[in-house]
Each structure stands twice: as structure tokens, then as C-alpha cells.
């Protein structure tokens, strides 16, 4: 068996022991890191929703991994996972098919230097304010000749007019960029300027918790967004959830281009992440040559839909309406059914699919597809794990019909089926202030969201050796 003799030191205690107990003693500790700083390095360069805390990945990392080892998160998301392998001197691999997370993960990752940002920075700001005064009209056209009809009318739903035009004013000055790093880190600043957690510059509220809800009309003689119906008779406290400041996306660029490069590692020397579109499913990469793997995949049944929101910043940048919900039905854990491949499953992932079946037909298959696509994830991560290395999987439960769809004891059953020992799950309660679950539409009220979304599962995955 693998011994490594790393210690990890913590509030608890020192790892010590072989390869499997360390993990065994990991899944024991206290994985809640409820206080702990998560915003160091560049961790809060852009929003993302149901993000695990820096801390979790790093554990695992430091306890079982040497510098130089090779660590996967095959479902990235905003890089987690990649960023504290970078930090702490492994290789890191990542992988997610949504675009955005592909562009935060790069950016949080990829070491810039501060004098140029700040000049580039200032001469957008400067060349994008000159474009709306000398140049509106010629931007005023050039936002009818974007985008196709569908995508068109998105962006006039949900950006006003004045806002589209110093967007689009921002967007062709970050065009002009030539080096690729650069123009990454100002495209990854413009779309933190429209999610955010307030909405940004957009009509939405809520977006940066993947659940938006739409001002219905602008300008009030505050300057704020107010949602038509039943205005004049509502609470105070009611009105202020509905109601939104309309802001200059070049201001509020302004104020955000220098935040991120305090974050972002400054050394060119690190082992630099490789970063790919791929679908966790279909992994590109050789059997055997992954030391550690840290991920968390997706909710069933789109409980967090990722494109939901992404496709307000995305939309600017060259993706259609169409293009972009086509990716979103290829997202772990889809509710389309149609031409999918659904796996046998162990006997008591079988009974679970079945009882919800039962209930609703269509909520049964919609979880069979889910758990098919977390069978092929978790042969994947087998395959490329080397023996005597774990998976680490953070996953929440999710209730379809009232009933919970026991995620943490179903993808152990899948796990073990496949070949992997499951040494132990860990518990982490959720502070939801940090992980910016989606918000209920009703204000005053908990959503199903809300209420079932209170606790994760850590599930240790390990792949044995032949001695084992």
C-alpha cells in the first residue's frame, strides 16, 4: 500500500498513518469551517453559487498529496479545488463545459501583472466613456447587428437600453486586448460587473444565485428599479426587496477592475493548471495518473442552474441564446429524458428511483438520468485515479416530491459497484450566508430550496491497490 508520511496540521490534530486511515481520520474531522476566511488569494474574483470553502479542498490536499502530485476536479466549477492545488505547488487539472467557470478558473489562476492591468484598466475606462459621448449612435447600431433575433430580444429584456450601450462600449474596448491572459482577466471584470449579488447592472435581481427575478420598470424619481404590480401597496420592508439601483456598468467597472489582481498569485514560476472544456464523463486523460481527486457535482434536477445566470455576461461575449441552452442540457444532472443513456443501478439506488417514480414518472427518470451520469463520472474517476489514491465528493441531497433522493448513500452504492472502498462520509452543515444558495421569489418565505439545502455529504471514494 501507498504510505505517505505527510502531516497535515489543524485545530484537531495531526494525519498520520497510512494512505487510507489519513483519509478515514479527514472525513472524521470537523469539515463545517464555519468563520474560517474564505475570500484570501483569488478566491472571490467573481460570484458563483454553492462554492465549498477553500478549506475543504486544501485538507484533503495537504493530507494526502505531495508538491507535485496531480490533482483532478473534473467538475470545477469556479476552481475551488484548482486554485489550492495551484497554491500549494501540485498539478492541477480541471475540467467543466460551462464556459464562465472555464474563464474564472483560468483567470484565478493565471499570474498578471498589476502595472498593466491598472493601465489597461484606466485606458478602457477612459476609451469606453469617449465612445458613449462621441460615438452613441454608432453603438446604438452596432447592438442591432450583435446578435440573432432570439438573443436579441434576451439582452432587451433584461438590459436597459442606456446600460446596453456602455456595455457594448466596455465590450469592444476588452476586444481590442491582444494577449490572451489579459483580455481574460477584463472579460472575467465585465462579468462580475453584471452578477453579482445584488443583480449588477442588469434588470435581474438575485441573479448571482442562478434565480433571477425581473424589474418591470425603470426610473422611479430615485433613480430605482421598481417592480410593477401591487407597488403602492405593499410593506416597506417588501418594497425594499423589490427595488434596485440602475448602474453605470462603466462606474461599477471602474470600481472592480483592480479587486481581482490583489488576489491572483503574482509568481509565473508555479506549476501552471491545465484547464479544458470536457464533460466529467468523458475525461481526457490516461488510466492511472491522477493522485487526488476534490470535486462537487451538480444538484439533481438542476436544483442549481449554473446557465441560469451565466448567460447574462455570456451573451456579450459571443455566445448565443440558443448555443448556451443547448450546453445547459448537456449539464450532470439535466431534466431533459430524451435520448439518454440510462445505466443499471445497484439495488438500493433502484428502490429510491422507483419510490419517486412512483409519485411522479417523470421525476423517476429524471433522477435515473442523474445517477447514470454519476455512474459514467465515478468510472471515470476510477479509471484515471492511480491505486492507493481517493476521490474526495462533496454533495448535497435533494428532495423531488417530498422525498429525499438520498444522494450520499446512492453514490457510495454506485461507488462501491464500481470497484471503490467507501471508508467514510463526512458531514458539513452549510452556512448558507457563504454559499449563496438560490433565493426564494416569495420574500418572507423559505423556499423548497432553501429548506433541503442545510447539509453536505463528503464522501470518501478509494481506489484500492491489488495488496489491499
Keep these: 500500500m501507498r504510505q505517505l508520511s505527510i502531516s497535515f496540521e489543524s485545530k484537531d490534530a495531526s494525519v498520520q498513518g497510512t494512505y487510507l486511515e489519513r483519509l478515514s481520520t479527514l472525513l472524521e474531522h470537523d469539515l463545517d469551517f ?25 485538507k484533503f490536499i495537504n493530507g494526502l498529496t505531495e508538491p507535485g502530485d496531480v490533482v483532478l476536479d473534473p467538475m470545477m466549477g469556479s476552481g475551488t479545488t484548482i486554485l489550492e492545488a495551484f497554491l500549494a505547488e501540485r498539478k492541477a487539472l480541471g475540467f467543466d463545459i460551462d464556459p464562465l467557470a472555464q474563464l474564472i478558473v483560468s483567470v484565478k489562476t493565471s499570474p498578471v501583472d498589476p502595472d498593466i492591468i491598472q493601465r489597461q484598466g484606466k485606458r478602457i475606462v477612459q476609451d469606453a466613456r469617449a465612445s458613449v459621448t462621441d460615438q452613441r449612435q454608432d453603438l446604438e447600431v452596432a447592438l442591432e447587428e450583435r446578435w440573432d433575433s432570439r438573443s436579441r430580444k434576451f439582452v432587451n429584456y433584461w438590459f436597459a437600453p442606456s446600460t446596453q450601450v456602455e456595455l457594448l462600449a466596455l465590450r469592444q474596448e476588452i476586444e481590442d486586448i491582444h494577449e490572451q491572459r489579459y ?30 427575478h425581473r424589474a418591470k420598470i425603470v426610473h422611479d424619481h430615485h433613480g430605482h428599479l421598481v417592480l410593477e404590480a401591487d407597488a403602492d401597496h405593499i410593506s416597506a420592508s417588501r418594497l425594499e426587496i423589490l427595488t434596485k439601483t440602475l448602474r453605470s456598468p462603466i462606474d461599477e467597472f471602474e470600481k472592480k477592475y483592480l479587486r481581482p489582481v490583489a488576489g491572483i498569485p503574482h509568481n ?7 484547464i479544458q472544456p470536457s464533460d466529467a464523463q468523458h475525461l481526457p486523460l490516461e488510466e492511472a495518473t491522477v493522485d487526488l481527486i476534490v470535486t462537487s457535482p451538480p444538484y439533481a434536477a438542476n436544483a442549481i442552474d449554473y446557465m441560469r445566470a451565466h448567460k447574462f455576461s455570456l451573451v456579450w461575449m459571443g455566445y ?13 444532472g439535466g431534466e431533459a429524458v430524451s435520448n439518454i443513456a440510462f445505466e443499471q443501478m445497484p439495488t438500493p439506488v433502484r428502490q429510491v428511483i422507483q419510490s419517486i417514480a412512483e409519485r411522479d414518472e417523470k421525476k423517476g427518470r429524471v433522477l435515473h438520468r442523474y445517477y447514470s451520469e454519476m455512474v459514467r463520472t465515478l468510472e471515470e474517476m476510477y479509471r484515471v485515479l492511480k491505486p492507493g489514491a481517493a476521490a474526495v465528493v462533496v454533495v448535497g441531497s435533494s428532495r423531488m416530491r417530498g422525498m429525499d433522493t438520498q444522494t450520499e448513500t ?30 426564494s421569489a416569495k420574500n418572507g418565505k423559505r423556499s423548497q430550496i432553501q429548506q433541503r439545502m442545510h447539509k453536505e455529504y463528503v464522501i470518501g471514494f478509494y481506489k484500492p491497490m491489488q495488496s489491499d
Design 320 to 332: 448565443s441564446i440558443a448555443d448556451l441552452g443547448q450546453l445547459r442540457k448537456q449539464y450532470i
Design 34 to 58: 464555519h468563520g474560517a476566511d474564505t475570500l484570501y488569494a483569488s478566491h472571490d474574483a467573481h460570484s458563483f453559487p454553492a462554492k465549498f470553502p477553500p478549506q475543504l479542498p486544501k
Design 410 to 439: 446512492c453514490l457510495a452504492a454506485i461507488g462501491e459497484s464500481i470497484g471503490f472502498d467507501v471508508p467514510g462520509i463526512g458531514i458539513r452543515h452549510l452556512d448558507r450566508d457563504k454559499r449563496m444558495m438560490p433565493a
Design 268 to 274: 509565473f514560476e508555479r506549476i501552471q493548471p491545465e
Design 183 to 212: 483580455r481574460d482577466y477584463f472579460d472575467l471584470v465585465f462579468s462580475g460587473v453584471i452578477i453579482t449579488k445584488s443583480g449588477g447592472v442588469s434588470m435581474a435581481l438575485d441573479l448571482a444565485h442562478t434565480r433571477p
